[in-house]
C-alpha cells in the first residue's frame, strides 16, 4: 500500500499515445503494462482538457528508476 501523490516529473499528455493515457501502457517507456504489475500513478488533470483526467501508470522499472 504505497501511494506516490507526488509531482513527479510525467511526459505531457499530448506527447503520449492513447494507451499510455489509458493506462494501459507504461508512461515512460510505453511497455504493455499488466494490471498486476503496473505501478498506479494516479488520476492527473490533463491539462489541455479543462475537467479532463488521465490516468498514468507505468512499469515497476521505470517507477523505481523515478522515485
Ligand atoms: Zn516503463
Redesign the pocket.
Known sequence: MNVTTTAQELPQPTTLANEQLRGAA??????RLDTAMAVDLGARPDPAYSGVRWYPR??P???EARS
Do not use: I, N
Open positions: 507504461c508512461v515512460w517507456c510505453g511497455e507505468a512499469c522499472a521505470c517507477a
